[in-house]
């Protein structure tokens, strides 16, 4: 048995409304979380131009460009898989979801040798084989490159965890309602839009 | 008196000392302890709340009763200088996360929202007992904290204190304020979508209670304020654990940052803390006066102000930090500024008194008790925020006392005054006046004598966080020290006569003190549901006098 939840609502129309809502004022505060970070690292570009100019040139500025590239395409499959949903062909909207959660998948195994290559290269601050730091500043740009890509690689994993949920549940005769399908997909877009800021910022600095 | 509500069901003769509100009411729905630890009542939880923080209150009251008796005599005697840092690490953390943050938004916030807007709960009742849990987790990690040792580097974890040479738990207690964080994240959440989708028909934002406005605004401080505070503790955790230098400058780091980032949630943390109590204290006032508020718009708006411009002065704490000049010069004019919308609210409020038939209860002198140690509080921050002045008073008990004015004169009184203003209405029993008069006292008297000493001692040059002090400045010590048990008298005595009263006290129907609001319309304790019928709201929130007993004529 279990205990039957408190309902407060009337309609379900303004549930989903509320649903909505919900999704909106958390990913603001989601917004000011990578805020801090790159607060952060503006600061460290202001008072460290240089290093931070000369470490950003040993980051892999074609796995990040992959990367860019990989979320955007997976952005643009959950807005159409949205759509669908709204039109109610949820075997597309199935298919869509389930194919932008692959490349949040692809985007992690990129991430993964990207972090594997620094490891070895020495640029991984505290670990690895041998430390390569040409200045402190130096190992403050990395120090910032792990702890913002990292979390935001936390934010992936479980994007990636929602729109196959999401996708899992479009296949049956209940699907997730429309709302609940554009709130997922919102939640992926800011995990792609923080990837468009902490792009620049990290890998087109040199 | 009202019955709407009530249906017929089994009442009297059943249970003899129940009344038929209360067998009918949240609390009598389910006596088991998994109908209390898995509902998702927003009433119910306001009770796990109030439990839990009360608890919390209790072990860091024990750390500050520790320091006032270290502090007696100008010698180390009770504790060492290690454990005295423990003590008000202790002290802090407890206070600010797990008392005075969670305090008036998570125990009435959570219990008077629904009920004032006319909703039957929050909009996401799942999610408001999720946030229990999390706080719960969080206090656990804080306990463990404690019991493994305890933490020394201060309730503000400054860098490179924190990071490299304070010894203790202190990734367990970075820890559980994070933890404790993502709890507030849930509630601002809840309580923006609640107040947005959920009002009755009717209830148009000029008709909302003053309190429901101020908890708009706190709320808004929670969603955006604390996520910041959440990276910065794990950029100190990670530069803890694993060396990753953000805040080291042996490392290329920056530890004035971490004072930035740290206060840029942590300055907007007072008004989490002070908002909830001013709108405690404009239902307070109306309701003793049994006038309509003046300017209520003023009052609203300025809510929002002090939510808005809170976020732009968090740099008045690095004044001598090695903050740029000019950096200061803007955030001194800016921490001026925030205290108008704070000045206009104790004015409204003073003027909604002028020419009213006041009812000098309990909780009215609370309230009254708040405006006065508030505008203390309000008027040493102004000083505060003049940057010669901080110079001089910075890090001495000057600034001790200014924001326990706020906080504790302010903030704690204000949370009594709703204890005894909505106790009637959480549990249906009316309890000793009197009493609660007597311990109104006691707080006022006592909490003066505890920190206003304090002021003169800090404008003398005496430094916070010492354990041992020059002799000239024991007798101020001691008064400050004898204070504090006064202070204690005044917070036991509640604990007494309200528990008391749940049994003994007499039942105290839909609407005691004759005022207005949504929720006195409804029984005390109320039902479940909260309405029978979702209410229709036809006129503003204190339209005085009341022409009928029910709220609503």
């Keep these: 048995m279990t205990i039957a939840r408190h309902e407060p609502f009337a309609d379900i129309a303004r549930e989903r409304e509320a649903d909505r809502l919900g999704m909106i004022v958390f990913l603001a505060s989601e917004a000011m979380l990578f805020g801090a970070i790159v607060m952060a690292l503006l600061a460290l570009r202001t008072f460290e131009p240089t290093a931070f100019a000369a470490t950003s040139e040993r980051l892999i500025l074609l796995a990040g460009a992959a990367n860019t590239a990989i979320l955007l395409t997976s952005s643009l499959l959950v807005a159409v898989g949205v759509g669908a949903r709204k039109l109610d062909r949820n075997r597309l909207a199935m298919a869509l979801f389930a194919g932008a959660a692959l490349l949040g998948i692809a985007f992690l195994i990129v991430k993964g040798s990207e972090y594997r290559a620094e490891y070895l290269e020495g640029l991984m601050p505290g670990v690895g084989p041998r430390q390569d730091f040409a200045s402190p500043g130096a190992r403050m740009f990395m120090d910032a490159y792990f702890i913002a890509t990292g979390l935001h690689a936390v934010h992936v994993i479980v994007g990636v965890v929602l729109l196959a949920g999401c996708a899992w549940r479009l296949r049956g005769d209940a699907p997730p309602s429309v709302v609940g399908t554009g709130n997922v997909g919102l939640y992926w877009h800011l995990v792609d839009i923080v990837w468009v800021f902490l792009f620049p910022i990290l890998y087109l600095s040199r | 008196m009202s019955e709407a509500g009530l249906t017929n069901a089994p009442s009297e003769g059943t249970a003899p000392r129940q009344t038929r509100a209360e067998a009918q009411s949240y609390l009598s729905d389910g006596n088991s302890l998994r109908s209390w630890l898995l509902t998702t009542d927003h009433k119910r939880i306001a009770i796990l709340y109030l439990i839990s923080i009360t608890a919390f209150f209790a072990v860091a009251a024990t750390a500050a009763a520790l320091m006032r008796l270290e502090l007696l005599t100008p010698n180390g005697d009770v504790l060492t200088a290690e454990g005295y840092n423990r003590a008000f690490t202790l002290h802090g953390v407890i206070m600010v996360w797990f008392f005075l943050i969670p305090s008036i938004p998570n125990v009435f916030g959570n219990f008077l929202i629904p009920l004032m807007i006319g909703a039957r709960d929050l909009a996401f009742p799942r999610l408001n007992l999720a946030s229990w849990y999390i706080f719960m987790a969080g206090g656990l990690f804080t306990l463990s904290a404690l019991i493994f040792g305890g933490v020394d580097t201060g309730w503000t974890f400054y860098t490179p204190l924190s990071s490299h040479y304070a010894n203790g738990n202190v990734v367990l207690a970075l820890a559980a304020v994070f933890i404790a964080g993502w709890s507030s994240i849930l509630t601002g959440i809840n309580f923006i979508v609640t107040i947005h989708k959920l009002r009755a028909p009717g209830m148009t934002w000029g008709r909302l209670p003053l309190f429901v406005w101020t908890h708009y605004a706190t709320a808004l401080i929670l969603v955006l304020a604390t996520p910041v505070l959440a990276v910065t503790l794990l950029l100190v955790m990670a530069e803890r654990v694993f060396g990753l230098g953000i805040f080291d400058p042996a490392l290329g780091g920056d530890p004035l940052l971490f004072e930035h980032l740290f206060w840029f949630y942590s300055h907007p943390a007072v008004y989490i803390m002070v908002l909830p109590a001013m709108g405690v204290v404009s239902e307070l006032v109306t309701a003793a006066a049994h006038k309509k508020l003046f300017g209520y718009w003023f009052v609203a708006y300025s809510s929002l102000a002090i939510a808005t411009i809170g976020f732009l002065v968090w740099g008045h704490h ?236």
């Design chain 2, 318 to 553: 690095m004044f001598v930090s090695g903050e740029s000049m000019y950096a200061s010069t803007i955030f001194s004019f800016l921490s001026l500024i925030v205290a108008v919308p704070s000045a206009i609210k104790v004015y409204n409020w003073t003027a909604t008194l002028y020419k009213g038939s006041i009812a000098l209860n309990a909780a009215f002198l609370f309230a009254m008790g708040f405006i006065g140690l508030f505008v203390m509080g309000g008027l040493t921050g102004l000083m505060l925020a003049l940057l010669a002045i901080d110079v001089h008073v910075h890090d001495t008990y000057f600034v001790v006392a200014h924001f326990h004015y706020i906080m504790v004169g302010g903030a704690v009184t204000a949370f009594l005054g709703a204890v005894h203003f909505w106790w009637p209405k959480m549990f249906g029993r009316m309890y000793n006046e009197v009493w609660g008069r007597i311990s109104a006292a006691f707080i006022f008297i006592g909490f003066n004598l505890t920190f206003f000493p304090q002021f003169l001692l800090g404008y003398m040059g005496m430094p916070r966080r010492y354990h041992v002090y020059p002799p000239e400045f024991q007798t101020l010590n001691v008064l400050s020290s004898a204070g504090a048990s006064l202070l204690g008298i005044g917070y036991v005595l509640p604990l007494i006569y309200l528990f008391y009263s749940l049994r003994n006290g007499e039942t105290a129907g839909d609407n005691p003190w004759h005022v207005t609001g949504l929720e006195w319309t409804v029984p005390s304790p109320p039902p479940t549901h909260n309405f029978e019928e979702a209410p229709v709201v036809v006129n503003g929130p204190y339209e005085y006098p009341l022409s009928h007993d029910s709220s609503i004529a």
